[in-house]
Nanobody, 122 residues
Framework: QVQLVESGGGLVQAGGSLRLSCAASGRTFSTARMGWFRQAPGKEREFLAAMNWSGGSTYYADSMKGRFTISRDNVKNTFYLQMNSLKPEDTAVYYC???????????????WGQGTQVTVSS
């Protein structure tokens, strides 16, 4: 029933910034969690960040080192991933997700977005 659609991916130079968007349709999120993952070829899908739709605490993977920020817009039913100081190793397909448990070591994902490609050049 819920559909998540990512946008904002593309090609960016190392050191640059990019903001990904995930628009939700089909229902409200209420207190459900939303978050971001990424997957490079030949690698497992990696957790990046998550938060409650209603607001509150945010959670980040240690490897992000403060470069990535998750936020939301309740009016637009959209959440975002602001990515700064991008590096070539950030190149991957980025996915938004919704579910009751989103984290680095455990996850229960009810819905995935279709993914958006982010390529960072040196």
């Amino acid at each position: 029933q819920v559909q998540l659609v990512e946008s904002g991916g593309g090609l960016v130079q190392a050191g640059g910034s990019l903001r990904l968007s995930c628009a939700a349709s089909g229902r409200t999120f209420s207190t459900a969690r939303m978050g971001w993952f990424r997957q490079a070829p030949g690698k497992e899908r990696e957790f990046l960040a998550a938060m409650n739709w209603s607001g509150g605490s945010t959670y980040y993977a240690d490897s992000m080192k403060g470069r990535f920020t998750i936020s939301r817009d309740n009016v637009k039913n959209t959440f975002y991933l602001q990515m700064n100081s991008l590096k070539p190793e950030d190149t991957a397909v980025y996915y938004c997700a919704a579910g009751p448990l989103l984290g680095p070591t455990a996850r229960i994902v009810d819905h995935w977005g279709q993914g958006t490609q982010v390529t960072v050049s040196s």
